[in-house]
């Protein structure tokens, strides 16, 4: 089972910046992909970007142009700098993993949330 650690969340003022920064730990054949969603209040939890093993990104389109999302493989670490923020992106931010834990046992896990707050 994988243990996702979150970090980085926080208040801010529109127009700020914030960075999220996840470690995975635990029982892990092989990372694949790892990214972020979120989830506002009376919404659904919805993507904001993922990144492949290999190095390809996927972003939600209210996040294109000022979110970026980078990992460093040797850390387990997924990171999410997000710019230009506003208050529309106050969400929780989930941390999401997919992963092997063995050579064909495919599993997903998830942070327990880390809270961006955007002031207007």
């Known amino acids: 089972q994988v243990h996702l650690v979150e970090s980085g969340g926080g208040l801010v003022q529109s127009g700020g910046s914030l960075r999220l920064s996840c470690t995975a730990s635990?029982?892990?054949?092989?990372?694949?992909?790892m990214g972020w969603y979120r989830q506002a209040p009376g919404k659904q939890r919805e993507l904001v970007a993922t990144?492949?093993?290999?190095?390809?990104?996927t972003y939600a389109e209210s996040g294109e142009g000022r979110f970026i999302i980078s990992r460093d493989n040797a850390k387990n670490t997924v990171y999410l700098q997000m710019n230009s923020l506003k208050p529309e992106d106050t969400a929780v931010y989930y941390c999401y993993a997919n992963y092997l834990v063995d050579l064909t046992s495919v599993r997903q896990g998830w942070g327990q949330g880390t809270q961006v707050t955007v002031s207007s």
């Open positions: 635990g029982s892990i054949f092989r990372l694949n992909a």
């Open positions: 990144l492949t093993s290999g190095g390809r990104a």
